[in-house]
């Protein structure tokens, strides 16, 4: 697959929020303002990038050899965790008003789905160490672009007159069912289209 059909795949077509439904708890904990959505999509987006490559180079140079294919999600979750306290000590000290505003989210990136999901659909298919990455980095922004549009979404029904029982919570869980239906419209028949396939 190329490296243009990966990143088309898994930002609209297999979007991991959207048409998967992983990593709902930072979407709908985060999502109330646009600054901290946007930053907890890049924090994600760097760990699942960085994430897809390690445990792809984990896999094939550690694992593979030593016939060891089975602790495959063992050490892939011992991987993302290191790599989300890497990120919690970068964001601590580059920016602490983002920090604060992610609070336990940030470390609740270790039990995200979507950044685990994509390190094994790396390995199952057989994607390479480039188009892993790829894969990782669409991922992350497929999570980025969903996370950001319900931020702003939730930002004008803060203002918009919403009855109580709906408010906050429910109400996000509403629009994320109708922006998953609309990312429904994406399937492979687009990559087919633009001959990517």
Request: glycine share 6%; proline share 4%.
């Amino acid at each position: 697959m190329s490296i243009i059909a990966i990143l088309i795949t898994y930002i609209f077509i297999s979007n991991f929020i959207l048409v998967q439904f992983l990593g709902l708890c930072p979407f709908i904990g985060v999502s109330k303002n646009s600054e901290s959505a946007l930053g907890m999509g890049m924090a994600v987006t760097f760990v699942t990038s960085l994430a897809s490559v390690v445990c792809w180079s984990v896999y094939q140079f550690l694992l593979v050899p030593f016939a060891l294919e089975y602790l495959r999600t063992v050490s892939f979750i011992l991987v993302i965790a290191a790599l989300v306290q890497l990120v919690e000590l970068v964001v601590r000290k580059i920016s602490p008003p983002l920090y604060k505003a992610l609070g336990i989210f940030l470390p609740l990136i270790t039990t995200n789905c979507a950044v685990l999901g994509i390190a094994i659909i790396n390995i199952d298919e057989h994607y390479t160490l480039l188009q892993s990455f790829f894969a990782g980095l669409a991922a992350g922004l497929g999570f980025t672009l969903a996370i950001v549009l319900m931020s702003n979404i939730r930002e004008k029904l803060d203002l918009a007159p919403v009855r109580k029982a709906f408010k906050s919570v429910p109400i996000a869980f509403v629009s994320a069912g109708l922006m998953a239906l609309a990312f429904m419209a994406f399937d492979k028949s687009l990559l087919v289209n633009l001959h990517l396939v």
